[in-house]
Nanobody, 117 residues
Framework: QVQLVESGGGLVQAGGSLRLSCSAS????????MAWFRRPPGKEREFVAR????????YYADSVKGRFTISRDDAKNTLYLQMNSLKPEDTAMYYC??????????WGQGTQVTVSS
């Protein structure tokens, strides 16, 4: 059974940084796509970034490009999201997810990020 557990959220001032972690277990992720999504207060869930676990290629939403970095540690089966130059509009619940085929089928419980102005 795939399990994803996020951590690292918190309260930070605008311009600050946070690093989110997502500990993954339950299967091999060597052929997986793993991603970060977020749900801002009162809004729909939105894509943030994704990484091809085996080859490391990445893709970002325009809103975070140049400020956020997605990475993974294969030995620890852990996904990361380094968030720099945080803005109040980055306030959201952040989720990691991984695919089963062509859809994101497995989700973590989320970690809250709040950026104060």
């Amino acid at each position: 059974q795939v399990q994803l557990v996020e951590s690292g959220g918190g309260l930070v001032q605008a311009g600050g940084s946070l690093r989110l972690s997502c500990s993954a277990s339950g299967r091999s992720f060597s052929r997986s796509i793993m991603a970060w999504f977020r749900r801002p207060p009162g809004k729909e869930r939105e894509f943030v970034a994704r990484i091809n676990w085996s080859i490391g290629t990445t893709y970002y939403a325009d809103s975070v490009k140049g400020r956020f970095t997605i990475s993974r540690d294969d030995a620890k089966n852990t996904l990361y999201l380094q968030m720099n130059s945080l803005k109040p509009e980055d306030t959201a619940m952040y989720y990691c997810a991984t695919n089963n085929g062509y859809e994101y089928a497995y989700w973590g419980q989320g970690t809250q990020v709040t950026v104060s102005s």
